[in-house]
T-cell receptor
Framework: DAGITQSPRYKITETGRQVTLMCHQT?????MFWYRQDLGHGLRLIYY???????DKGEVPDGYVVSRSKTENFPLTLESATRSQTSVYFC??????????FGEGSRLTVL | DQQVKQNSPSLSVQEGRISILNCDYT??????FLWYKKYPAEGPTFLIS?????DKNEDGRFTVFLNKSAKHLSLHIVPSQPGDSAVYFC??????????????FGTGTRLKVLA
């Protein structure tokens, strides 16, 4: 199906483990974004990508790593998860400046 | 330092009345603004947008107003319906020196429309 999908939708991990959240879009949008949603903070930008092999830091990039080898995929990796990274993560895509299309979110709990 | 602020965490409105959600920003270089609605356990969905060259944009029951001099935008919902109960986020587009764009979101306002 066309759209933007995130996996896993739910994940529980332990402190210090590596976790990768996947994001896949079928529109061939040039831009992709990762946000985290936390109470009192709204949606904060972690990383974004303007095209394949072009990535840039957002507002809260520390502790996260991204890559974009293909236009349709934009995985987010927590190399050593911490409790403060417990959050709901949203991936989004857009075609240059315009409407952002969001995935359904990945709820991550770090114990 | 929050560049996009929604100072009202919550708002309650009677069904049929007007809902006004406010958003302030600090960066005068922001040139495109969007409003999103979010239901629990779902991703945000696009509502309406406005370019900095305009001061108003309307789409059905939703109108967005932009006051560039005050760095303020607002979303008006008329008439409000119970199905409008959700969290609303405003967002601003920021162009980097490299010519790429990113979107900065506010903290959100939870709207409750009372039947």
């Amino acid at each position: 199906d066309a759209g933007i999908t995130q996996s896993p939708r739910y994940k529980i991990t332990e402190t210090g483990r590596q976790v990768t959240l996947m994001c896949h879009q079928t529109w061939s949008h040039s831009y992709m974004f990762w946000y985290r949603q936390d109470l009192g903070h709204g949606l904060r930008l972690i990383y974004y990508s303007a095209a394949a092999d072009i990535t840039d830091k957002g507002e809260v990039p520390d502790g996260y790593v991204v890559s974009r080898s293909k236009t349709e995929n934009f995985p987010l990796t927590l190399e050593s998860a911490t409790r403060s990274q417990t959050s709901v993560y949203f991936c989004a895509s857009s075609d240059v400046v315009g409407e952002l299309f969001f995935g359904e979110g990945s709820r991550l709990t770090v114990l | 330092d929050q560049q996009v602020k929604q100072n009202s965490p919550s708002l309650s409105v009677q069904e049929g009345r007007i809902s006004i959600l406010n958003c302030d920003y600090t960066n005068s270089m922001f040139d495109y603004f969007l409003w999103y609605k979010k239901y629990p356990a779902e991703g945000p969905t696009f509502l309406i947008s406005i370019s900095s060259i305009k001061d108003k944009n309307e789409d059905g029951r939703f109108t967005v107003f932009l006051n560039k001099s005050a760095k303020h935008l607002s979303l008006h919902i008329v008439p409000s319906q119970p199905g409008d109960s959700a969290v609303y986020f405003c967002a601003a587009s920021d162009e980097n020196t490299s010519g790429t764009y990113k979107y900065i979101f506010g903290t959100g306002t939870r709207l409750k429309v009372l039947a």
